[in-house]
């Protein structure tokens, strides 16, 4: 994109204009909460943390949240010559408010706009089509935010990201300072920049310049890294190697560092039902989908008792596989933006950048370091 | 300390008393220390010892002793772990609730002085996510923290403990093999349990406000579970599905309905080591309600946990003058 594309919007007045904005988008920003920052509805009361770092819970939340109704259903009046009963599905269009709006999520870091691209494989590939997720992620809108002081955990430079990446956003923005600077990266942003022509001017080659400026010096703070150049093909030889016997010892199989990783979908589908009050017999209810992760034994325990990941050596595994090999082999992308969430706040310091780096420094694995 | 530590675990490990070694490694983030699991004497340097070895490493010791290891005919391994006061409580829980042998552990006992509170750290310097620490050095009871912009502060340790160290009365376990520093027994009950009776004070429709406030932030990602030492279940009742205790969602009654679950499981075996507190990442203060119950217990039953390997626990025993009235009239 030319430079010519760039604009200005004062910071102060950014306020003003999402809430111009509000009746025709849903908008969420990162808002302070609880002593946290997390994406939630635009309010205009609150002014944009400019210099947050990055949220805990990422952004995923928005288009995949923890939980979420498929659809709700009731019981029916007729009992089937099993014994068994009929349930239908409620008709959730009637009486839900015609929302149809579109989404707008202003000020995500680059690193979780390139997960949205990651989930959109996922979710929106040639084999499956899922449409809740489809459906709040086509009509939004996503505007990054280019980070000036990356955290210590960041390592988006070793996964294809850098501060002021551009994949998976429409627009990025450049704080720099008193001024903000717009960039558009696809056709829906630039559209979207021009409709709203009143409110932005030209970028001076001064502003360009500072932008510049900030840009390398945030590039120079990412000083944890990791040569991951041809990870998948060295995890196609590594399912039995002793390797796995020691990283995982001091995991406690907590869902944190899945649960708050912006690529990390997999999900448990169940069905909460209603029971009438005082009654046994269930009258209506839900289906639903929650998070789930491979991190619990639960989640590869069969009905039949049996678990085929039965102990933190096999989950631990199944983590490190799913993201760099599993992942690359099904939707040719390494599954992790070097976010940093997940060492961060892991309860004991598991580091998942030590974990690829030991990976990594595996000579060539034959055969007789098989377990 | 730490020179005397690696001695001993030298040591085990040239008589073959040991198989494996659990204490501190170094850790990838200023502040913290990584549970380090050691094999031989070849990988002894690795230990530390410093104000941020907050984990409690007994929650490691229930997996090698399960019974289906047992059943396979597996030898149980011979392990050494290094105790603070809290590990060491935990210990004698877990060996009183047979979950791990006393004869296959070897405990080096340590005396504490108490650990850091990250947050303290922070937010006694910079607010949130204003500036990041890049390092932190610990001289003397004073922790120098230095900051992206190089810029360095100096911090009182006295003023970072963590909640449960302020007022530790148990600061060396109770059981050993060997002691690093001496016992010092502290008699500090009165202003530990502070808090606890400021917190009881206020109205009940407070105190219930106050316990929605706290676990609406709860994610469910029971990291406060996994870190704690009392929680082995080979199934816990959050996860059973058959039948199904509580829904799956993170609906403010499933929450509440897993932490009342949990909280109360821990009456008379919570040793308040913090583990939980500290392993939450929404910050829920999740001590002021299980420090409630241990405060119950203690005055309803004189029982207080992890303190005697002899003593029966509260849950086990039956007197016929055992408090009823909280039953039935909260
Ligand atoms: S956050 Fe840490 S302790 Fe929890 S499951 Fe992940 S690696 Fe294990
Ligand atoms: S694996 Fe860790 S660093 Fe990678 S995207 Fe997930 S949370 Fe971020
Ligand atoms: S990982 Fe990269 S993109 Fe993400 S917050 Fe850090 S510097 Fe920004
Ligand atoms: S660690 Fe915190 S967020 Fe996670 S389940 Fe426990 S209380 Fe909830």
């Given at each position: 994109m030319e430079n010519a594309k760039l604009k200005i919007i004062k910071k102060k007045d950014v306020l003003k204009f999402l809430d111009s904005l509000k009746k025709e988008y849903d908008i969420f920003v990162p808002i302070e909460k609880n002593g946290d920052i997390r994406f939630s509805k635009f309010n205009s009361e609150k002014d944009i943390?400019?210099?947050?770092?990055?949220?805990?819970?990422?952004?995923k939340e928005i288009f995949f949240p923890q939980t979420e109704t498929l659809f709700s259903f009731e019981a029916g009046t007729s009992t089937l010559s099993n014994g068994s009963m009929t349930f239908t599905p409620i008709d959730e269009s009637k009486s839900s408010a015609p929302g149809n709006k579109n989404y707008l999520i202003f000020g995500i870091r680059p690193c979780d706009a390139q997960a949205f691209s990651l989930l959109d494989k996922l979710f929106g590939g040639d084999d499956f089509q899922d449409p809740y997720y489809l459906e709040k992620r086509k009509q939004a809108i996503i505007i990054s935010l280019a980070c000036n002081k990356p955290q210590i955990t960041c390592f988006c430079t070793s996964l294809?990201?850098?501060?002021?990446?551009?994949?998976?956003?429409d627009i990025i923005l450049f704080d720099l300072g008193e001024n903000i600077l717009t960039k558009p990266i696809t056709k829906k942003g630039e559209e979207f920049i021009e409709n709203l022509d009143s409110w932005f001017k030209e970028a001076k080659k001064s502003d360009v310049d500072k932008k510049n400026e900030l840009m390398d010096l945030s590039l120079k703070k990412i000083c944890s890294g990791v040569n991951l150049q041809n990870i998948k093909e060295k995890l196609d030889e590594a399912f039995d190697i002793s390797f796995w016997n020691e990283i995982h010892q001091k995991c406690l199989g907590c869902g944190i560092c899945t649960y708050l990783c912006p690529t990390c979908y997999c999900f448990d589908i169940t069905d909460e039902i209603d029971h009438v009050a005082g009654g046994l017999a269930p009258s209506r209810g839900k289906r639903i989908r929650c998070w789930d992760s491979?991190?619990?034994?639960?989640?590869?325990?069969?009905?039949?008792?049996?678990?085929?990941?039965?102990?933190y050596k096999e989950r631990m595994r199944q983590r490190i596989m799913h993201k760099f090999n599993y992942c690359p082999e099904n939707f040719k992308e390494i599954f992790c933006v070097g976010c940093g969430r997940c060492i961060r706040n892991c309860p004991v310091n598991l580091d998942l950048r030590e974990v690829l780096v030991s990976l990594m420094s595996l000579g060539s694995l034959c055969k007789d370091k098989k377990i | 300390m730490i020179e005397k530590i690696k001695e001993v675990v030298k040591k085990l490990f040239k008589e073959d008393k040991i198989d494996i070694f659990i204490g501190y490694g170094e850790g990838t983030l200023p502040l913290r220390t990584t549970p380090c699991f050691i094999t031989g004497p070849d990988n002894i340097e690795k230990l530390v010892w410093n104000?941020?070895?907050?984990?409690?490493?007994?929650?490691?010791?229930?997996r090698f002793f399960l019974p289906q290891l047992q059943k396979k005919d597996l030898k149980f391994p011979r392990i050494g772990i290094l105790a603070k006061g809290c590990d060491g409580r935990s210990i004698v829980g877990l060996i009183k609730e047979h979950q791990i042998p006393r004869e296959n552990l070897y405990i080096i006992g340590i005396n504490c002085s108490g650990m850091i509170d990250i947050e303290k750290v922070q937010n006694a310097v910079y607010k949130m996510q204003e500036v990041e620490i890049v390092s932190a050095k610990e001289k003397s009871g004073k922790v120098l923290v230095e900051n992206e912009d190089n810029k360095k502060v100096e911090l009182k340790k006295e003023e970072l403990l963590a909640e449960v160290c302020k007022?530790?009365?148990?600061?060396?376990?109770?059981?050993?093999?060997v002691l690093i520093g001496e016992e010092k027994r502290k008699t500090k009950e009165k202003e530990r349990a502070a808090f606890i009776k400021e917190f009881e004070k206020k109205p009940l429709e407070e105190r219930w406000k106050y316990f929605q406030e706290q676990v609406s932030k709860c994610i469910r990602c029971y990291a406060c579970r996994q870190a704690c030492p009392n929680c082995y279940c080979k199934e816990c009742f959050a996860d059973q599905?058959?039948?199904?205790?509580?829904?799956?969602?993170?609906n403010i009654s499933d929450i509440m309905f897993f932490q009342i679950g949990r909280i109360l499981h821990q009456a008379g075996r919570c040793v308040d080591c913090g583990a939980c507190v500290r392993a939450c990442p929404m910050g829920i203060d999740l001590r002021i309600f299980t420090y409630k119950l241990i405060e119950d217990v203690k005055e309803f039953f004189g029982y207080e946990a992890g303190i005697s390997l002899e003593e029966a626990p509260p849950l086990a025993t039956f007197k016929p003058d055992d408090k009823q009235e909280f039953i039935t009239e909260p």
């Open positions: 943390p400019w210099n947050y770092r990055n949220t805990k819970i990422p952004p294809k990201g850098k501060p002021d990446n551009e994949e998976g956003a491979c991190m619990f034994p639960l989640f590869t325990l069969h009905a039949s008792g049996h678990n085929p990941r039965l102990t | 104000s941020y070895c907050f984990n409690n490493l007994a929650v490691y010791l229930p007022n530790c009365q148990y600061t060396a376990p109770l059981i050993y093999d599905t058959r039948p199904k205790w509580i829904g799956a969602t993170e």
